[in-house]
Nanobody, 124 residues
Framework: QLQASGGGLVQAGGSLRLSCVASGFTFDDSNIGWFRQVPGKEREGVSCMNSIDGGTYYAHSVQGRFTISSDNAKNTAYLQMNSLKPEDTAVYYC???????????????????WGQGTQVTVSS
């Protein structure tokens, strides 16, 4: 299971850090993904990290503002979000891919476990 937290209401330009705690498995052998979804739109990949070499991917819209990381000792993944914009408003989901892929993926179907989502609202 995955438990996401850390969402909230923040003004534009502010920061939030999302957390995702895993139970029943470990992140050190899982690729991690963060996705977001707004009503009426498909869930989109924001960032992912590969468990083997720590390689990361960021969507163009968040490049340079968001940072994905993990603390395997705490079995927790993070998404640090800086310089937030109103268009970042969405429900954010963490996900784990335990398929052993050599590169992390932005395909929803590649992920085996999903957190429940945490709302991020950025006011202008």
């Amino acid at each position: 299971q995955l438990q996401a937290s850390g969402g909230g209401l923040v003004q534009a330009g502010g920061s939030l850090r999302l957390s995702c705690v895993a139970s029943g498995f470990t992140f050190d052998d899982s690729n991690i993904g963060w996705f977001r979804q707004v009503p009426g739109k498909e869930r989109e990949g924001v960032s992912c990290m590969n468990s083997i070499d720590g390689g990361t991917y960021y969507a163009h819209s968040v490049q340079g503002r968001f940072t994905i990381s993990s603390d395997n000792a705490k079995n927790t993944a993070y998404l640090q979000m800086n310089s937030l914009k109103p268009e970042d408003t969405a429900v954010y989901y963490c996900a784990a891919d335990r398929g052993g892929r050599s590169r992390c993926s932005n395909l929803l179907s590649d992920y085996d476990y999903w957190g429940q989502g945490t709302q991020v609202t950025v006011s202008s």
